[in-house]
C-alpha cells in the first residue's frame, strides 16, 4: 500500500542553518505530495504541495521538489528562524481524497 | 473567518462513558475527515466522508462512529471508549484546488481516558 517515511528527529539547527528534512514515499499511480506544519499547540496546516513529477513547491522560503525517479520529496530551507521550531509532517494523496502521513519531524531552532 | 472548528478542545472521561466530540466547518467542503495522531505514528484517518448521508472507513475506524447530517458538521461518537482510545484527534475539511484535494485541519481535541 501507500506509504510516506520521513527522517526521525528530533532536529535542533542554529538560526540561520541549512534545513533538510528527507521524505520518500511508496504509492502507486501519481500522487500528489505535501508537507504540513503544525506549531504548538495548533492544529495542522498546509505549508506546500506538488501535483506532479519535477514539480517545485513553496512557501514562506521552504521549499520541495517532487522527483519520481527517487520517490522523494525532501523539505529545504536555506536559513531557519526560532519561529520555524514545529512538527514537520510530509504526506501523500490516498485514493478517496485522503492524507497518507509520515510520522512527523520535530525541529527546534536555537538563538 | 474560514475554519474548521472541533469541541471540546479537552476532555477527561473514564473507560465505558460514551462522548461526541464535534466538528464544523463553515467553507461549505463536502469532504470531511477525522483522524487520531498518536506518537510515533503521525496521523491516521478514522473515517471519512465524501458528502451527505455519505460516510466510510478509514485506516483506523474500530471503536469510532460518525454520521453527516448536514454539510457543514461531522460529530465523532465514541460508544463505549476505552484507554487506548487516549489521543489527539483532529477533523478535518477538504476542497479540490490547484490539483489535489486540500485539507484544512481544526485544532485538535486532546482526550484522555482512565
Known amino acids: 500500500g501507500n506509504s510516506v517515511t520521513q527522517m526521525e528527529g528530533p532536529v535542533t539547527l542554529s538560526e540561520e542553518a541549512f534545513l533538510t528534512i528527507n521524505c520518500t514515499y511508496t504509492a502507486t499511480g501519481y500522487p500528489s505530495l505535501f508537507w504540513y506544519v503544525q506549531y504548538p499547540g495548533e492544529g495542522l496546516q498546509l505549508l506546500l504541495k506538488a501535483t506532479k513529477a519535477d514539480d517545485k513547491g513553496s512557501n514562506k522560503g521552504f521549499e520541495a521538489t517532487y522527483r519520481k525517479e527517487t520517490t522523494s520529496f525532501h523539505l529545504e530551507k536555506g536559513s531557519v528562524q526560532v519561529s520555524d521550531s514545529a512538527v514537520y509532517f510530509c504526506a501523500l494523496s490516498g485514493s478517496q481524497g485522503n492524507l497518507i502521513f509520515g510520522k512527523g519531524t520535530k525541529l527546534s531552532v536555537k538563538p | 473567518e474560514a475554519q474548521v472548528t472541533q469541541n471540546p478542545r479537552y476532555l477527561i472521561t473514564v473507560t465505558g462513558k460514551k462522548l461526541t466530540v464535534t466538528c464544523s466547518q463553515n467553507?461549505?467542503?463536502?469532504?470531511m475527515s477525522w483522524y487520531r495522531q498518536d506518537p510515533g505514528l503521525g496521523l491516521r484517518q478514522i473515517y471519512y466522508?465524501?458528502?451527505?448521508?455519505v460516510t466510510d472507513k478509514g485506516d483506523v475506524p474500530e471503536g469510532y462512529k460518525v454520521s453527516r447530517k448536514e454539510k457543514r458538521n461531522f460529530p465523532l461518537i465514541l460508544e463505549s471508549p476505552s484507554p487506548n482510545q487516549t489521543s489527539l484527534y483532529f477533523c478535518a475539511s477538504s476542497f479540490w484546488g490547484r490539483g489535489s484535494y486540500e485539507q484544512y485541519f481544526g485544532p485538535g481535541t486532546r482526550l484522555t481516558v482512565t
Open positions: 466522508s465524501m458528502n451527505v448521508e
Open positions: 467553507m461549505n467542503h463536502e469532504y
